[in-house]
Structure formats: C-alpha cells, structure tokens
C-alpha cells in the first residue's frame, strides 16, 4: 500500500510503482484532497476576481489573450489536446505508473486548483491499472507537457487506453494547465535510474572486494587513517565498506605490491565522488516528487496566486549529470581493474586467464565488450545542462533538458551493469583458477553465489551468458 499524501511520497515507493504490473494499491489521503479542493475552489474564486494565467489567458506567448468566460471550459480541453502532440515510442508502462503516481501525489500537496474529480480519477486509474497511451518525446525539462496532455485526454475520454479504463471526467475551467504543470514523467525515470545506481554502486564494492582478493591488493589503501585525512563522505563509506566486505579491520596481511595500480588504490576516492552524487541526486528527488510544480500556485493559506518557475527542474538536470559523470569514472576504473585480472604480472596466471593450448584466448573478450559499455556510458556523460533552448516567441528562453538527463541516465545504468558483469565473470575465474581460499569474510558469500551461478569451465568458449548470469547477481551484490 503506497500513502499518497502530498508530503511522504518516497523514491522506493514510485520504483515499486513502476515495477508494479497492473492495479496499484494506494492510499489516497483523505484530507489532502480536502485541501486540494479548496485549493480548487479558491482558484475559481481568483479567476473571477483578476487575471490568472493559462486560466483566464492563454499560455506561453499567448499569456496577455483573455479567454471568454463563456469559452473557459473549452479553453481547457483545447489546451489538452494542443499539447498532446508527443511523439516516438511508447513510453514503458513501468515509467507511465510511475509518473502518475507522482502527479497524483503532487496535485494531493493542495497548491494546483485543480478540480477533485480530476483527483479521484487519476486516483482510480492507478488502482484500477489503466495505463494511457502516452510517447517518450515532447518535454525539454520545463515540464512534461506532451505525456501529461496525452494522460488528461485520456481521462478526459478523448485518448485511447493501452490497459483498462475509468470512466471520462470532465475537463473544467483550469484543470488543463494545472494538470500539465509538472515533471512527473522525468522524475519517473530519473527516480528508478538513481535507485538502479545506488544498488549496482552498493554491488560494486563487492566486485571490487573479488577482484582486491584475486590480486592480492595492498589493504593500506583502505586505512582508517587514511581516509580520516581528508574526510570527504562518500570517500569515507566507500573505504570503510572495502574493510567490512575485507575484513580489514583486523590486521591485514601485506599485499603483494607496495602500492596497486589505481583501480584498487583509487577506488575509495573515486567511488566516494559517485555516491556523493547519487546522494545529492536523491535528496533533490524527494523534495521533487513532493513538491507543488504547478503555475500558477493557488496558495489556500495566502489565498493568493502566484506566477513563477517551479516547472524549471535545473536541480535534477544538473544533478543528474553530476552522477553521470561520477559514475564514468568509476566505471573507468573498473576496466583498469580488468585489466589488471588478464595480465600475469598481477595475477600469476596465464595471460587473459587462459586455460588451454598455447594461444587460448581465455577472457579477452571481456576487456573489448567492458570498452564497448564504457563507450556508451561515455557519450551519456555528457552534461545534457549544456543544451539551450528558446520556443514559444522567445518568452520560454531557457530550458534544464532534465528530461534528456534522465534518458542518459537510464542507459549509464544499462551500460554500468554490463561494465561490472564483465569484472566480476574476470574475478571468479581469476579466484577459482589460484584456488583461492577465502577466510570466512563478508564477501565470501557473494564468491560463493556468483561461482554457484557462472559456468566453471575455462576452456575457450562463448562468454556470454556468463556476462548476462554476472549482470543479473548484481541485484544481489547489492545487498551483501
């Protein structure tokens, strides 16, 4: 059961919405939607006592036409259907329950003015699992016009349904661009792809932790001391977790080098920058999934409305690309790493981890596929922020491109994944080939799972289920 209140929604509850499949048990609060209807009736009351934009006038450069009072309710439904021009593939299902599942819980927050029966429906359609038709492209980061247009003609009955239905609500005066009024399908995506970091940034460590062992790495790069020298966040929990998955805590041995090539010496102070960002890009979430967007804000306490920007998401723009770029890094450090698993000097094996006649290949393929994902999440790291934009005559002259972000962010992830798949396929091979034994140490455990799970044999063979098999015990790396 996901509170829908306006204040608590939570990143985890709109990632189980979006792996939801069908209806959707919420609890829609009761007295928030109190709230939204005076919100909604104050709205009314505004809009006949002064000029209230997308209300009373038109939108975008079209801010200073005065609607007819007698033409407001077509205005609206006009409105909807201008603006559900979106276009390209089908958004997923998953990122549709998800974005309506914030709107839902942004509107409840009481600040859109926008009609209860508008509340309820949407309210109704993610219990009843009716999910609109609705495309990926037709938003820039100042709001998901296009998705949401095509969703409120949806509940309006004028678009088709892919799953279920609810019965068409009417349109009224304002409902229109206080529906749209929001970035809720670029918080969708944005949400399930900094969770999907999170976990495969928690999984790393654990990879880290195999291939540290396959190497025999130097643990005084995870020293207490060390860290508490320069004690950045992210830094400090990275190290301390190596210790822990290491148990390092205890007196280490010495490692074979005296110090390790940086994709284990660095990793602490490179991983550290990546969970900062993911951090940061979750607390700006939570405030943005639980936030009034809408301009107007029809504000019940002040009784008033006011003309702003909250539809501007350069938080979440920028945010987004700090992770990005964070991530490549870590990412390029687990490359380093790989190659560090096929080359003798470090392992004491056969180059590439071959096992077989003279000229066996045995892992290198790993190391071009790694290089290939690396790629990809290279070209997403770059800072979608750097884009501008001027449309509507010049009166809409800047624009975050916070919903591109998320689309990058969304393929990093993909391509993250497949990066540490190729690692971790490398360590278990390293490790099952030095016959390692592993002390009863917290990341034994994950050695176990993966070498349960990774087909033993080291003759020359296709790797690829191997990698697909390593890419899926990510998700249980995560928590080790």
Request: proline letters at 5%; aromatic letters at 4%; one cysteine or more.
């Amino acid at each position: 059961m996901i509170r829908v209140d306006g204040r608590t929604l939570s990143c985890a509850d709109v990632v189980a919405a979006a792996g939801a499949d069908g209806p959707l048990a919420i609890d829609l609060s009761t007295a928030a939607v109190r709230v939204a209807e005076h919100s909604w009736q104050l709205a009314e009351q505004l809009s006949a006592e002064r000029v209230v934009y997308g209300r009373t006038t038109g939108v975008g450069a079209n801010k200073d036409d005065l609607v007819e009072e007698q033409d407001s309710a077509e205005h609206g439904l006009r409105l909807l259907r201008s603006h559900a021009g979106g276009s390209g593939d089908r958004m997923s299902a998953g990122q549709t329950r998800a974005m309506m599942l914030i709107r839902l819980n942004q509107l409840v927050a009481g600040r859109a003015g926008i009609s209860p029966e508008v509340i309820r429906a949407l309210a109704e359609a993610l219990r009843r699992g009716a999910l609109p038709l609705v495309h990926r492209f037709g938003a820039i980061g100042t709001g998901d016009l296009a998705p949401l247009a095509e969703t409120g003609l949806a509940l309006a009955g004028e678009r088709p349904w892919l799953a279920g239905q609810v019965p068409p609500v009417e349109i009224r005066k304002g409902d229109a661009l206080a529906f749209m009024s929001s970035n809720a399908a670029t918080l969708a995506e944005a949400t399930t792809a900094v969770v999907e970091l999170e976990a495969l940034t928690r999984a790393s460590h654990v990879v880290a932790a195999l291939t540290y062992i396959a190497l025999d790495g130097n643990p005084e790069a995870y020293a207490t001391p060390v860290h508490e020298a320069r004690p950045h966040a992210g830094q400090i929990t990275c190290a301390a977790e190596m210790r822990r998955l290491l148990d390092l805590d205890s007196t280490p041995k010495p490692g074979r080098r005296i110090q390790d090539p940086f994709g284990l010496r660095a990793y602490p102070q490179v991983q550290g920058a990546a969970v900062d960002a993911l951090h940061y890009l979750r607390d700006v979430l939570a405030i943005e999934i639980n936030a009034s967007p809408e301009n107007p804000m029809i504000s019940v306490v002040h009784r008033d409305a006011y003309h702003h920007a909250h539809f501007h998401t350069a938080y979440v723009s920028s945010a987004l690309d700090w992770v990005r770029a964070t991530v490549h890094q870590v990412a390029e450090l687990s490359t380093a790493r790989l190659g560090d698993l096929v080359e003798p000097e470090f392992t004491g094996l056969r180059p590439f981890l071959a096992d077989g006649p003279a000229g066996s290949s045995g892992v290198m393929i790993l190391e071009y596929v790694a290089h290939d994902a690396l790629a990809e999440l290279r070209h997403t790291a770059l800072p979608a922020t750097l884009g501008t934009a001027v449309v509507s005559r010049g009166m809409e002259d800047h624009a975050s491109f916070s919903t591109q972000a998320a689309r990058a962010t969304t393929a990093a992830a993909r391509a993250y994944r497949q990066l540490l798949a190729c690692e971790l396929v490398a360590a278990v091979r390293a490790l099952r080939m030095r016959e390692a034994v592993l002390v009863d140490i917290p990341v034994r455990g994950a050695f176990e799972l993966a070498a349960a799970a990774l087909d033993p044999r080291t003759a020359d063979r296709p790797l690829t289920e191997d990698v697909q098999r390593a890419g899926a015990l990510l998700d249980e790396f995560a928590e080790f």
